[in-house]
């Protein structure tokens, strides 16, 4: 009897559901071993974990606080990597979406109000007092979300244009940038930018309040929930419904034929990487202009990492990007919170996520292949299939 | 600049550049058999931390390298595993790898010191700076070369060894021949996957090595995240090198002296914000690496290995 692996001409759908459920029970069992090896018990970890994460209406939006920068930095990498572009670079664009955020709300926003000042003071006369609240409201929130999207573009086009035009490997040069950008943001909250107020906290002054994304009664959660489902139906109807949609997916799926079919490679890497460097630039904004009401330190803490894993385990799907990052911001919040009240490094939420992938990267098999057991084969048996 | 600076530019380039050098050829003989690891950057952060952890404890420089390397190989057995049996994409398994090993690393790092606390701060044996004697004393270059730590000159011994192994012996042409032509290596009686997962297995060894230096020598102890992105840029430094050990020597000395000058600029006060001269190591990557691909696509050369990054499947021809 010999053991040989065989290609299904079509993908198990069985096995796509099953894998991931039970690549998260034998990460867990895994972790279980490592934490009982550093002395914790694994059964009170996990416990308090799930409590952490999802234990109570508070738990539930913290979490869903550190599920919007999840869902939007894979959100944006997903579409790179429809294309296989490997876009690693989430963590950058989101600290220069950040930046950008920041300096428009820290220096060009004050601008623009003194500028609508007579407007806003011709509308009170008027007697249209909610249009003259609004107006100003509505111009900086525009602002801030242009600015997020435009500073993570713009970090997403520079390898797009190296990649598209000379074909520099875009996995290293969106990494480097990530450190780039990094270096960038702390120079400018430890430097030129801090608040002199600030009794020396890595960090600039506090946004104007009428650029804070509105936040949900009682919570920390705001409106960059809602531009995170949005930007998945988008993303959605663009995958789905749209000719660039269906070229996207034919660059991923088959080069060759996208040659053949005279589909412009130049022009979707650079519209794709605008795209997915927006996005996760929109990831910075919500943290500086929905979270910290400021640029500082803390606002890169591995989310564009993390995004990798979002978008392959959601297999690229935009809706199932926004429940993965919710389960794994889960995780994460778990983490800090063992961190907190037992006193257990929050990496372990890291090492689960990576033993998480490994297992689906090695499920992915049975998706695509079967296992077959060759039997010796009989003669009048082979012989009475070849008849029917 | 004068030639003392220039002799103490060139010391410090070495030191900062052994590493790289130890990651960039193990990352050159797991490519040449036509795997992509990208995980190296999490290779180093475990096998840096285990190094220094396994030193730590033993009172012993020599048993932690042993540890790294081996940290290393078991590592990059992960990765064999899931893309050489099990047929994973390697672009993903790798950077599952970074984040798992870097994660691990960072949540062992906390619990591996003395007393089960962490082991971050801890000051343990290191590789102490040993003069060869009549070399050290050769005008200008003897010092930078040879008033070194035992590893530097270990890397010494290894660029040449792991030239001559890739071009002059049959384990080297085998080595070749499986990540530019499987098919052929295979109808040769050559096996493919066993190649495969002893090169990336040999090669995480060697960035375990490379880590080891980070840990025992150059920047000696653990801190979260203390190879800074060398493994992303040892794996730039392949393309550089156009998977050839000599010219991996070169770009690692490139990129220390680049290390070097900007400590020295740091060191005279210079006006230049500290977080500029950090991102210099960065940005050179991104302009060598553009130009290399420039000069290379220009000349219509590629010196990939064919078959890099694609499973071998013996019923599926390409």
Not at chain 1, 32 to 40: D, Q, T
Not at chain 1, 209 to 235: C, K, S
Not at chain 2, 208 to 229: C, F, K, R, V
Not at chain 2, 255 to 261: R, S
Request: charged share 10%; hydrophobic share 55%; proline share 4%.
């Amino acid at each position: 009897m010999k053991i040989h692996v065989e290609k299904r001409l079509e993908p198990s759908r069985s096995a796509a559901v099953l894998i991931p459920v039970f690549s998260v029970v034998v990460a867990l069992i895994l972790g279980g071993i490592l934490l009982a090896l550093v002395g914790a018990n694994p059964i009170e970890t996990y416990k308090a974990m799930l409590v952490g994460a999802f234990g109570s209406r508070y738990a539930i939006s913290e979490t869903l606080v550190k599920a919007v920068p999840l869902m939007l930095t894979g959100l944006g990498v997903s579409i790179a990597f429809r294309m296989l572009f490997w876009n690693i670079g989430g963590e950058g664009q989101l600290a220069m979406g950040g930046f950008l955020t920041a300096g428009f709300a820290l220096f060009v926003a004050p601008k623009l109000l003194t500028a609508m000042e007579p407007m806003i003071g011709a509308l009170n006369g008027a007697g249209l007092d909610f249009l003259a609240i609004a107006l100003p409201r509505t111009v900086l929130l525009t602002g801030v979300i242009a600015a997020g999207f435009v500073g993570g573009a713009m970090w997403g086009l520079v390898p797009a244009l190296l990649k598209a035009y000379i074909g520099v490997n875009e996995i290293i040069v969106t990494l480097m940038m990530n450190y780039i950008a990094i270096l960038w943001v702390e120079y400018l909250f430890y430097g030129p930018w801090k608040d002199p107020q600030g009794y020396g906290f890595p960090g600039t002054a506090e946004i104007s309040e009428l650029a804070w994304l509105p936040r949900f009664t009682g919570t920390r959660v705001n409106l960059g929930l809602i531009i995170a489902v949005v930007a998945a139906f988008l993303l959605w109807v663009v995958l789905n419904r749209t000719k660039w949609g269906y070229e996207i997916r034919v660059i991923g799926e088959n080069p060759d034929a996208a040659r053949y079919a005279g589909i412009n490679r130049v022009r979707n890497i650079v519209l794709v990487m605008i795209l997915s460097g927006g996005l996760c630039g929109l990831a910075g904004m919500t943290e500086v202009a929905g979270i910290s009401h400021r640029l500082q330190k803390g606002l890169t803490v591995g989310y564009g990492y993390t995004a990798i894993i979002v978008a392959w385990l959601a297999k690229l799907n935009p809706w199932a990007v926004l429940v993965v990052a919710f389960l794994l911001a889960g995780l994460l919040v778990g983490g800090d919170q063992i961190q907190i009240t037992m006193g257990l490094p929050a990496s372990v939420a890291l090492v689960l996520q990576g033993i998480i992938l490994f297992l689906v990267l090695g499920g992915d098999i049975l998706t695509k292949y079967r296992i077959v057991i060759d039997r010796p084969t009989d003669p009048t048996l082979s012989g009475a299939e070849s008849n029917s | 600049m004068d030639s003392m600076m220039l002799v103490a530019i060139l010391a410090v380039a070495i030191r900062a550049g052994t590493s790289l050098v130890f990651a960039t050829i193990g990352e050159i003989y797991t490519e040449r058999s036509g795997i992509l690891n990208l995980g190296i950057e999490g290779i180093m952060l475990m096998s840096a931390m285990t190094g220094f952890a396994v030193a730590y404890h033993s009172n012993s420089a020599w048993a932690g390298v042993a540890a790294a390397m081996v940290m290393g190989a078991l590592l990059a057995l992960i990765h064999a595993f899931l893309t050489i049996t099990l047929r994973a994409d390697q672009v993903v398994s790798g950077l599952a790898l970074t984040i798992f090993a870097g994660g691990l690393a960072s949540f062992m790092g906390q619990r591996l010191g003395p007393n089960g606390g962490p082991l971050v701060g801890m000051v343990g044996p290191r590789f102490e700076k040993l003069a060869i004697p009549f070399l050290a004393d050769l005008p200008l270059v003897g010092r930078p070369l040879f008033q070194q730590d035992a590893l530097v000159y270990l890397m010494y011994i290894l660029v040449p060894v792991s030239a001559f192994y890739l071009y002059h012996t049959r384990q080297g042409l085998h080595m070749r021949a499986v990540g530019e032509n499987p098919h052929t290596a295979d109808a040769k009686g050559i096996s493919v996957g066993g190649t495969r997962y002893f090169y990336t297995m040999a090669g995480g060894a060697l960035v375990g090595l490379g880590a080891a230096h980070l840990s025992l020598a150059y920047t000696p102890g653990w801190t979260e995240n203390l190879t800074g992105g060398r493994g992303w840029i040892a794996i730039a430094l392949v393309i550089f090198a156009m998977w050839d050990p000599w010219r991996a020597v070169l770009g690692a000395l490139l990129f220390g002296a680049i290390n070097a000058i900007q400590f020295r600029l740091q060191a005279m006060g210079t006006t230049i914000p500290a977080a500029f001269l950090g991102m210099l190591p960065y940005i050179f990557t991104i302009v060598v690496l553009v130009a290399i691909t420039w000069f290379e696509s220009a000349r219509k050369r590629v010196g990939a290995p064919a078959a890099l990054g694609i499973p071998y499947v013996r019923e599926e021809r390409h």
